[in-house]
């Protein structure tokens, strides 16, 4: 099961520039979490930083009990290490065939033999539908593969959070469908803890168990993904509802709360709320098909 990520109170600037303040949330363990966003927002610094990469101006990053914002340099490995990320080009080598590039964090390792090396690579590329594209370089394949190539070695090393930064950019709807499918689907399998930040709002309408909103330097809101998509907080309806920040909010309420997503086949997913719960504790009539399956079904 992944670990849940406490963000208390981080503020990230360049020089003058103020990215965000005071951002607090819980990414819960286990689930997924989208952060949206308008270009620009800071997504993508939030995830760079939620990994160490950046370093926070204030505020702190628990894990497990440790600050990854302010611990010493073994736990900051430590911490580093339960995380995988999906960079928005897939991050891979161009020199390096699609079997290297996924091994290539074992053998940086340097802890497995090579045919416990070629068990994994194949096993996460089977999961990922690359099977017989082992010999291909990055700039041979689909940037729908690349995407997919980029994930599979991002999970290589088993990670408990795994962030995923634009995962459909670059993509047409329905390879960016696939791919939201292919999400839910892997957080079934691997039960880490996912983050995915998008400004794509079909997929944060339908992938996620949590929303959040970075909107002109703050976190605007943060929660369940009914209670977003329910809410009536003028920027979010603007934004998650209406598509276009700064345009009327629909007169005649939020739209209805599409499905969220499934795993397909038999892949069961263990959240804390079952879809429709939340919409019906407040009260409010569930959208027509919210109510499709019970949490872990
Ligand atoms: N290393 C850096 N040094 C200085 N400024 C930076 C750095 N990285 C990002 N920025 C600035 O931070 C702001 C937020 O950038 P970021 O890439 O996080 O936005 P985003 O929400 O991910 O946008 P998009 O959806 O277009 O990817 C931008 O103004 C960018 O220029």
């Known amino acids: 099961m992944g670990v849940e990520v406490v963000v208390d109170g981080l503020t990230k600037s360049f020089g003058r520039q ?11 363990a286990g689930e997924i ?8 927002a800071g997504k993508s610094v939030f995830l760079r930083t939620l990994m160490g990469l950046l370093r926070p101006d204030r505020g702190h990053i628990w894990i497990d009990g440790h600050d990854l914002a302010d611990c010493d340099e073994n736990t900051f490995h430590e911490l580093r290490g339960l995380f995988g990320v999906l960079f928005q080009d897939g991050g891979l080598f161009g020199s390096l065939n699609l079997y290297d590039n996924i091994a290539f964090p074992l053998r940086q390792q340097a802890t497995a033999a090579e045919a416990r090396i070629r068990q994994i690579v194949m096993a996460k590329m089977e999961l990922l539908g690359l099977l017989g594209a082992e010999r291909k370089l990055p700039g041979q394949l689909s940037g729908g593969m690349r995407k997919r190539a980029g994930l599979a070695r991002a999970l290589v090393l088993d990670p408990e959070i795994v962030l995923f930064d634009e995962p459909g950019s670059g993509l047409d709807p329905v390879r960016t469908a696939y791919l939201n499918q292919l999400i839910v689907n892997l957080n079934a399998e691997t039960g880490a803890t996912f983050v995915v930040v998008t400004h794509d709002v079909d997929t944060a309408r339908t992938v996620p168990d949590s929303i959040g909103l970075l909107f002109r330097r703050e976190l605007v809101m943060f929660g369940p993904r009914e209670m977003l998509l329910s809410s009536d907080e003028p920027v979010v309806r603007q934004f998650l509802n209406a598509g276009m920040p700064g345009s009327d ?20 997913r263990h959240t804390r709320q079952a879809p429709g719960d939340l919409v019906r504790g407040q009260r409010r009539d569930p959208a027509a098909g919210i109510v499709r399956g019970r949490a872990g079904t």
């Open 18 to 28: 103020v990215i965000w303040e005071d951002v607090s949330l819980t990414l819960p």
């Open 33 to 40: 979490s989208v952060l949206l966003g308008p270009s620009g």
């Open 249 to 268: 909010p629909d007169p005649g309420g939020p739209p209805p709360i599409p499905p969220r997503l499934m795993p397909s086949g038999n892949r069961i």
